[in-house]
């Protein structure tokens, strides 16, 4: 399945052909035949808006899972923060990406790692004014993902339920583990959990390298705006070349 905007629609639009209906977390079990979409927000809001949109316009609600411990963006930020009640009011959930590798001392210890998550999600409210009722793992452990964690008050992405009851399918790292779009034709699954990066979509389909030098570059832009926000007289200290 190539990684443009259009596709994605395809593949919204071949669900539905064949009978699945796009739920939640929390409503699934109300549905014979149904697909979960989660979003994992690793490096920019902005793309994840983008796929906000075009979901809003199939009528679709999906989960957006943002992290807190992000070098990439900072959820208490007056922009980001914009960026996440767009997502909100175009109809979908704001959920917890929590990255266990952010806590070495707790990592591969499910009660400890339990303490961190419920920091994070604390945190997390706090940012968005909403309660957190879900939960995704960035780059878990094997320790924490044959743990079937439990979270008070927290739906799990990654617990046994969504593991072992849906087919799982993912395009981390720009790659399709598997044919997406031939599984959804089959109709051999009754309840599809799919993964998608809006990262890794664009308009048209570009390479991989293109897309992460682009992304590296833009950050240049995006640091000499944030100065200038800053510095009454930035442009004459540091022309723009």
């Known amino acids: ?39 994992d927000i690793d490096f920019s809001i902005e793309k994840a808006v983008e796929f906000a949109k075009i979901e809003k316009r199939f009528n679709v609600n999906s989960t957006y ?53 419920l920091f994070e999600k604390d945190v997390l409210e706090r940012a968005i004014g909403q309660e957190i009722k879900t939960l995704s793992m960035h780059r878990p452990s094997k320790e924490i ?28 790292k720009c790659s399709w583990r598997e044919p997406v779009l031939d599984i959804i034709k089959e109709n051999k699954y009754n309840r599809l959990h799919i993964l998608t990066h809006s990262f890794w979509y664009n308009k048209k389909e570009e390479k991989v390298n293109k897309m992460l030098e682009d992304f590296v570059n833009s950050a240049s832009n995006e640091r000499y705006e944030d100065l200038n926000d800053n510095f009454s007289d930035l442009k004459e200290i540091l022309p723009l070349r």
């Open 1 to 39: 399945m190539p990684f443009s905007y259009r596709e994605y629609e395809n593949m919204i639009e071949l669900l539905c052909t064949n009978g699945y209906k796009i739920t939640g977390y929390n409503n699934w079990q109300d549905y014979e035949k149904c697909v979960i979409f989660r979003h």
């Open 65 to 117: 899972f943002t992290l807190v411990s992000s070098n990439f963006y900072n959820v208490f930020s007056e922009k980001s923060c914009l960026l996440l009640n767009e997502i909100i009011s175009s109809g979908h959930e704001i959920g917890l990406h929590f990255d266990e590798k952010r806590y070495p001392e707790s990592y591969g210890n499910p009660d400890k790692i339990k303490e961190k998550v």
């Open 145 to 172: 993902l044959a743990s079937n964690l439990h979270i008070p008050g927290m739906i799990n992405s990654y617990g046994n339920t969504f593991f072992k009851e849906f087919k799982y399918l993912s395009d981390s």
